[in-house]
């Protein structure tokens, strides 16, 4: 490959030799009459040797021959204006100094000196971007005819992304036909030579009439009904459908828009963006000392991603696992090679070890996802649900106010709200224990509550996709059933807003949109894998779990909602779980039962303490079924 780079540039210096003679002819000749020519025939040949002087080293200095010029963009046409007004001003300048030192060329025209450089810039940026015009004229001819016929959803900047991208791409093997927008201004129009043809409405008729192979849908910010109609219509059709990564992957630096896969599940359930205010955040977290809890979970790992973006002066990853906690840090370190990072093996039920870290690091933000999480297993482990979701979050608690942590954040879910499970209630203890803490210490300690995590270790999707993997059946446990859903990237935005906003003892939700039937989204994911729900795949209904709600709650009933300065973020106020609850003496009799593994009496004081709760109903069947363990988190 670099011979012959080194080949074509030998070329265009050849060239640009042959312009910088044609340039210096070419002004005396549009200056001068045809009858003066030959009187100012030696000052011209005296201009093109100091041009070719001047020039060509000067056009080196610039790198003019260290580019590829079939890639030339607006910046290399900044290069070559700068190098040729660079080169022309020493041209003029050795020039005139040889007129008035030499009275051999006296009436030699200054104006020339000028149209030297107009013609230059015009012959060296002209001649290289004929060869980036050859280049692509010639790839495209070479995909002509041969790739699969595609169409493009979305005419907006990431649409001519992709079109420029299938065009200088033969690798892609696809030749775009249209594009489908739903902007009236955009109808008829080009762009990169590929028209606008209809309405997104109009994919159907679309498809038969130009014989498409394939769909992108290249709408980063596409809401999923979008994303499923256009998916339904391609697989009635018979034709394959690929998009472009949603818009929290595009910030979070991972991927880029023009990297095409295949529709997702997630990307049917998308909702419209929430809208993040990115410098609020970041002046939270910018030069600041940052500690992550679970740095190796799915949440954890996803706020560590984005929290170094923000640019902290140090990321202390705390986990209890090594191979995770190793797994981030080695992502972390390829891709932010100059932030400090502290890998933390550590066991947040270990208040002594907690405090070496804290009193070593002396981190300023404290974001604590480390959790049990696991529904069905902690039912069957509720000691070690206790100990570790509320004896392990009031040692992370404590050892921050210990070491004067100015922000606090707790990631919560919505089965804290009214729980039903030993894991909910978990949850709702340590929401009362920051909120606690915020409320004596008047510190920004909150809590942000979301729903289900879509991708996260143990999430339905990958049982739902090994179920139908296996030819089925795929198991719901009834028909009715509703829950929020969120990405992982969506979700830590909320999380990463809230210090933004916090004044402490808040608990902020986010507005999750409807919530989604289980049933739907298990028949999406059938089609998805291209098989027909009951045809293929089978669906059966396990029956609802006692205790088990169909929907989900982020709030408790009466509980005062207000808005606050994000338009998709609420703040709860005045929980009432705090009116007649001591709260350190309950944690005691926790810690006290849990060392004598009391179950039932742990039961008993869970709903007790928590409003609403109804664990003690669900408690003895989760215990007698074992098989309950298959089933997935809901």
Same mark, same amino acid.
């Given at each position: 490959m670099r011979p012959r780079q080194h080949v074509r540039n030998r070329f265009v210096l050849i060239g640009d030799i042959a312009i910088i003679i044609i340039s210096v002819l070419g002004s005396f000749a549009l200056r001068l009459d045809v009858g003066e020519l030959p009187f100012y025939f030696p000052a011209a040949v005296l201009m093109c040797a100091v041009a070719l002087a001047m020039k060509i080293p000067t056009y080196f200095f610039f790198g003019l021959y260290r580019r590829l010029w079939i890639y030339a963009s607006t910046g290399e046409l900044r290069l070559i204006t700068v190098a040729v007004t660079t080169a022309s001003v020493l041209t003029s300048g050795v020039m005139v100094l040889l007129i008035v030192t030499d009275n051999v060329f006296p009436g030699m025209p200054?104006?020339?000196?000028?149209?030297?450089?107009? @013609? =230059?810039? $015009?012959?060296? *940026?002209g001649s290289r971007f004929a060869l980036r015009i050859l280049a692509e004229q010639s790839m495209a001819s070479r995909a002509s005819g041969k790739g699969k016929r595609t169409i493009i959803i979305g005419a907006? +900047?990431?649409? !001519? @992304? $992709?079109?420029?991208?299938?065009q200088k791409s033969s690798q892609l093997n696809l030749t775009p036909v249209g594009f489908l927008d739903d902007d009236p201004a955009k109808q008829k129009h080009a762009i990169y030579g590929v028209t606008v043809i209809g309405m997104v409405s109009d994919l159907p008729a679309s498809i038969d009439l130009h014989h498409v192979d394939e769909v992108i849908i !290249?709408?980063?910010?596409?809401?999923?009904?979008? /994303?499923?109609? /256009?998916?339904?219509?391609?697989?009635v059709k018979g034709v394959v459908s690929r998009t472009m990564p949603g818009i929290y992957e595009l910030i979070g630096g991972k991927v880029n828009v023009s990297r095409l896969r295949e529709v997702d599940i997630t990307d049917l359930l998308r909702r419209e963006p929430v809208r993040v205010n990115d410098e609020a955040v970041g002046a939270t977290l910018?030069?600041?000392? /940052?500690? $992550?809890?679970? !740095? *190796? *979970? =799915?949440i954890g790992r996803e706020l560590c991603r984005q929290i170094a973006r923000r640019n902290p002066a140090q990321l202390v990853l705390l986990g209890h696992g090594e191979n995770s906690i190793f797994e981030i840090l080695l992502e972390l370190q390829s891709d932010y090679p100059d932030l400090m990072l502290s890998p933390v093996i550590a066991d947040i039920r270990n208040a002594e070890r907690l405090a070496q870290v804290f009193k070593q690091h002396q981190s300023e933000v404290v974001f604590h996802a480390a959790a049990h999480k696991h529904v069905p297993l902690m039912e069957a482990n509720i000691v070690e649900a206790i100990t570790n979701n509320i004896l392990g979050t009031r040692n992370v608690v404590q050892t921050a106010l210990d070491?004067?942590? %100015?922000?606090? $954040? @707790?990631i919560s879910t919505d089965k804290a709200v009214r729980p039903s499970s030993i894991y909910g209630a978990t949850k709702r203890l340590a929401e009362m224990i920051v909120l606690n803490a915020a409320r004596e210490s008047k510190r920004a300690f909150t809590v942000v509550r979301f729903g289900n995590v879509l991708g996260s270790r143990g999430s339905i999707i990958p049982i739902f996709k090994n179920q139908i993997a296996s030819g089925g059946p795929v198991t719901i446990t009834h028909p009715d059933m509703y829950r929020f859903f969120m990405t992982?990237? %969506?979700?830590?935005?909320?999380?990463?807003?809230?210090?933004?906003?916090?004044?402490?003892g808040e608990t902020f939700v986010l507005n999750m949109g409807e919530p989604v039937r289980i049933l739907d989204l298990a028949e999406d994911l059938i089609r998805l894998s291209g098989l027909e729900p009951q045809r293929d795949i089978e669906i059966e209904y396990t029956g609802i779990r006692p205790g088990e709600k169909l929907t989900e709650e982020l709030w408790d009933e009466g509980t005062p909602l207000a808005k606050t300065l994000h338009p998709d973020i609420f703040r709860l106020e005045n929980d009432a779980s705090f009116s007649s609850l001591n709260l350190?003496?309950?944690? +005691? =009799?926790? =810690?006290? @039962?849990?060392?004598? %593994? !009391?179950? %039932?009496a742990i039961i008993k004081l869970l709903d007790e303490l928590i409003p609403g709760s109804s664990i003690r109903q669900s408690s003895e069947s989760n215990v007698k079924s074992q098989t309950s363990l298959l089933t997935f988190d809901l």
């Open positions: 200054r104006s020339a000196l000028g149209i030297d450089w107009l @013609l =230059s810039l $015009v012959l060296i *940026g907006g +900047d990431a649409g !001519a @992304l $992709v079109v420029r991208e299938l !290249a709408i980063p910010s596409a809401p999923g009904q979008l /994303v499923r109609m /256009v998916n339904d219509v391609c697989r910018k030069g600041k000392r /940052v500690l $992550v809890t679970g !740095a *190796g *979970g =799915s070491h004067n942590v %100015e922000r606090f $954040v @707790l992982i990237p %969506e979700a830590v935005y909320l999380v990463l807003q809230a210090p933004s906003m916090e004044n402490g350190p003496q309950a944690i +005691d =009799s926790l =810690s006290a @039962l849990s060392h004598s %593994e !009391a179950t %039932e």
